[in-house]
């Protein structure tokens, strides 16, 4: 599965809950692409681009995209 994540300003004085975040859903099969608002408002070409070239990760048996479990990210109190 690929999931992709906006990170406004709050997310430069959260790296530490982030990367928490980060390996739990790491943990679940999740490949996470992150991204800055600024990245997606000012280079959104690249961003674009990005997200294709891991577009393949979930469809590379063939069968095109299939619908996938939704992971629900843990909730900040959840992680240590």
Do not use: C, W
């Not at 590379?60 to 619908?67: A, I, P, T, V």
């Amino acid at each position: 599965m690929l999931g992709i994540e906006l990170d406004g300003a709050i997310h430069n004085k959260r790296k530490d809950y982030d990367k928490a975040r980060d390996q739990i859903i790491n943990s679940h099969g999740v490949k996470l692409l992150r991204f800055s608002n600024d990245q997606l408002l000012n280079d959104t070409r690249s961003v674009l681009l990005k997200i294709k070239e891991n577009l393949p990760l979930l469809h590379s048996n063939g069968e095109g995209l299939k619908r996938q479990n939704i992971i629900q990210a843990p909730k900040r109190d959840e992680v240590g």
